[in-house]
């Protein structure tokens, strides 16, 4: 007979890993998905797809008994849409109307693309033509999680349509919150929520203007550290704008912490349709649109 150890969480006692099981297994059940036990820690479906319960164990031994069957019932249900959208048939099989609905352009660091494993993103663009580069994919969003699609979850789509969709729900999107950060007289100010598609707004930042901040002039000064947040200064003095961006960089490495969507620590700027990476991780330089930005402040403060 082999026995296997349960994972150690404290002082949670054997009892409380049997009746989180059973409440998981019977959850299960009730949605129509029959499983059984495999081990102390691990489900199994009859078509040999495995389930380990670690996650769940660990989040209800750190709450009331009375929080378990919300907790449980989030797991499995998750684990539910993992297993269907598993099934080869699962993408191909959803209609165009319904595809377009659930599609979300996201930027993501070009280190989380790669640690996606083995499929194909050859479809996916850089937000703009520097080395690393956040880089946009389109997302397959549910309820309980989200999809970045591979190539081949977009054979026989018309990928034209497939990014305009895209691109038009992550727009209509909005921000919970917004704050000023004002640091050594520079204000600096920060957009933010809770969905992981917030920060993907830059990709198209001239519906982000028009629909959430307003007059921008001279362009926009940005930075995002993490797929929830949107860091921002709005230029309108050259030496200010060239401090605004040293402020940028050290919030960027701040808020990129502690974060389970870390995006970039590069500072970038907006203007006219063309974007520009003002810091890459070493120095700030003025090159490109900002740097001809920064002459045109010049200019109209002499």
Excluded at 23 to 50: M, N, P, Q, W, Y
Excluded at 75 to 90: G, K, N
Excluded at 142 to 160: I, K, M, W
Excluded at 266 to 288: A, H, L
Aim: some cysteine; glycine content about 6%.
């Amino acid at each position: 007979m082999k026995f296997h150890s349960l994972p150690d969480y404290g002082a949670v006692h054997a009892t409380t890993f049997a009746i989180v099981r059973m409440k998981t297994i019977e959850a299960f059940r009730k949605r129509g998905v029959v499983v059984h036990r495999e081990d102390a820690t691990t489900l199994a479906v009859g078509s040999g797809v495995r389930m380990s319960l670690n996650n769940v164990f660990a989040r209800c031994s750190g709450v009331s008994r009375s929080a378990w069957d919300g907790i449980i019932a989030g797991h499995v249900d998750l684990m539910i849409e993992t297993m269907r959208e598993a099934d080869p048939t699962f993408f191909t099989g959803l209609s165009d109307d319904e595809f377009h609905s659930r599609l979300r352009e996201r930027v993501i660091a070009p280190s989380a693309l790669a640690a996606m494993g083995e499929c194909e993103y050859e479809y996916s663009v850089p937000l703009l033509d520097v080395p690393g580069a956040p880089r946009r994919v389109l997302n397959l969003s549910s309820p309980n999680r989200a999809v970045t699609l591979a190539d081949r979850h977009l054979v026989g789509r018309d990928l034209n349509a497939a990014w305009a969709a895209g691109r038009r729900n992550t727009a209509a999107l909005k921000f919970e919150d917004g704050r000023i950060l004002s640091r050594n007289s520079i204000d600096i100010e920060v957009l933010s929520g809770d969905s992981i598609y917030l920060a993907s707004k830059v990709a198209d930042m001239t519906t982000l203007i028009s629909a959430h901040l307003g007059e921008c002039l001279y362009g926009v000064l940005f930075v995002v550290p993490n797929a929830y947040e949107f860091v921002f200064h709005r230029p309108r003095n050259a030496d200010v704008a060239l401090m605004a961006a040293a402020e940028l960089a050290e919030l960027a490495d701040a808020f990129s912490r502690d974060t389970p969507s870390p995006l970039s620590r590069s500072v970038f700027f907006w203007r006219d349709g063309e974007y520009c990476q003002v810091f890459d991780g070493i120095s700030i330089e003025p090159t490109g649109i900002f740097a001809s930005t920064v002459t045109e402040l010049r200019e109209c403060a002499a």
